[in-house]
């Protein structure tokens, strides 16, 4: 646990502060290991104890992201993606791993808990610590502001491997060459882009509840004292644009979601189509051959006297009339295209555009000077 306080001219890290800076105000980061040990300062320095309902909800790791106030402080529950190592598995899903960050804000105190290796959280304080040209941040809502952004752009690390692994499994329900069977993969996958738009969801939803009550307590407890800080224009436009962020990882799950489900029923549809070309292929050659059988059967019958059946040359012209009738059904059916996937129509049309831009037919079609013949 530690103490920054932030000030105009620059931010100082302390062990314990005793009282709330002339100027600025103070962050308290602390970590899920650090427990309850921030509540006693904070009390001493605010004079506001935090309620037990909402010290439960700081400890709960499972806890979606929420926002609930009081008339001394507001607590925001926000859930951010864990990128970590393992977020990547052997079969090539890639987990969604999710963990809350909670943020308690006083008049001029901010109260963080936070996983120890939350990034957004170790750079931001780094960056205020460092000093430089970036303005610092003159009120704890506004150091909030730029927490949750950095753990909204967290999602960046994750969009090309999430769209590459999407991209994967499209190729492979495609390819023609190899049956899909990694159904479970699949589904893996879509319920990971399910997650991702419900957690966008949750965080849009404190959000955007946060903004709307400190919208109405500016209106309703304006000049109080001890109120917090109003909800100005620079505030709103920070607001605003984390909310643009979140619904842009919203849109980009969304249509994540959208192109399996296309991939899927194309892969139905071709495999219904291909199934279709064997069956008419198969049909086609039902056809050529029923009446080959038919002829085979009509000798094959025990009669004693059948036409042809003891001529020396019946054999020879019962093979003949085979071959012949085999050679005009098959031709009937390729020209009706039951035996190529191809449109005869669309052939036809080929074979005339190809033939009017030879040279023989455009010479044939324009006259000595140029001129279309009548």
Same mark, same amino acid.
């Not at 962050?27 to 921030?38: K, L, N, T």
């Not at 790791?61 to 529950?77: C, G, K, L």
């Not at 489900?261 to 189509?273: D, G, I, K, N």
């Given at each position: ?13 302390f ?6 800076p002339?100027r600025?105000?103070?962050?308290c ?11 006693a300062?904070?009390q001493?320095?605010?004079g506001?104890?935090v309620?037990?309902?909402? @010290?439960?909800?700081?400890?709960n ?15 925001i529950? *926000? ?17 969604v791993?999710?963990?809350p960050?909670? *943020?308690?804000? *006083?008049?001029r ?16 304080r780094?960056?205020l610590l460092?000093g430089g ?7 704890p809502?506004?150091?909030m502001l730029?927490?949750?952004?950095g ?8 969009? /090309?491997?999430l769209s590459?692994?999407?991209?994967r499994?499209q ?6 060459r190899?049956p899909?069977?990694?159904?479970y993969e ?9 997650? @991702? /738009?419900?957690?966008? %969801?949750? /965080?849009?939803?404190? @959000?955007q ?17 001890h109120? @917090? $800080? ?5 505030l709103?436009?920070?607001t605003?644009?984390?909310v643009?962020?979140? $619904?842009?990882?919203? $849109?980009?799950?969304?249509r994540l %979601?959208?192109s399996?489900e ?7 549809? +071709? ?5 279709n ?5 198969l049909?086609?050659?039902? +056809? ?21 059946? $003891? ?14 009738i ?17 449109n005869?129509?669309?052939?036809r ?8 831009h030879t ?7 324009t006259?000595p ?6």
């Amino acid at each position: 646990m530690q103490f920054v306080i932030v000030r105009p001219d620059g931010a100082t890290v302390f062990d314990e502060v005793a009282a709330l800076p002339e100027r600025g105000f103070v962050w308290c980061d602390c970590s899920y290991e650090d427990g309850r040990a921030w509540t006693a300062p904070v009390q001493q320095l605010t004079g506001v104890g935090v309620f037990e309902d909402h @010290l439960l909800d700081a400890e709960n790791p499972a806890h979606p992201s929420y926002f609930d106030s009081t008339n001394e402080y507001e607590m925001i529950v *926000f859930r951010g993606l864990a990128m970590r190592t393992d977020t990547i598995e052997p079969s090539g899903v890639i987990r969604v791993k999710t963990r809350p960050a909670v *943020f308690f804000v *006083f008049p001029r105190v901010l109260v963080t808990v936070r996983a120890p290796d939350n990034r957004p959280v170790s750079t931001i304080r780094d960056r205020l610590l460092a000093g430089g040209r970036a303005r610092l941040p003159a009120l704890p809502e506004e150091l909030m502001l730029r927490l949750l952004n950095g753990m909204v752009d967290r999602y960046l690390d994750l969009r /090309q491997p999430l769209s590459e692994q999407f991209e994967r499994r499209q190729r492979q329900l495609l390819d023609p060459r190899r049956p899909f069977r990694d159904w479970y993969e699949l589904l893996e996958s879509r319920r990971e882009a399910r997650r @991702l /738009q419900d957690l966008c %969801e949750e /965080q849009l939803d404190a @959000l955007q509840e946060w903004r709307d009550e400190r919208l109405e307590r500016t209106e309703r407890q304006a000049g109080e004292p001890h109120d @917090l $800080h109003a909800l100005d224009d620079a505030l709103q436009v920070r607001t605003a644009d984390i909310v643009g962020h979140i $619904h842009r990882v919203l $849109h980009h799950a969304r249509r994540l %979601e959208s192109s399996v489900e296309s991939a899927v029923q194309l892969h139905f549809s +071709a495999t219904a189509y291909r199934t279709n070309e064997v069956m008419r292929t198969l049909t086609a050659i039902t +056809a050529v051959f029923l009446p080959l059988t038919l002829i085979t059967g009509v000798f094959g019958m025990n009669f004693e006297f059948i036409p042809g059946l $003891h001529a020396e040359s019946g054999f020879w012209w019962a093979i003949g009339s085979m071959v012949l009738i085999g050679a005009i059904l098959f031709s009937f059916l390729r020209t009706r295209a039951m035996l190529s996937a191809s449109n005869p129509m669309g052939r036809r049309r080929r074979r005339a555009s190809r033939a009017s831009h030879t040279p023989a037919a455009a010479d044939t079609a324009t006259g000595p000077d140029g001129e279309r013949d009548a």
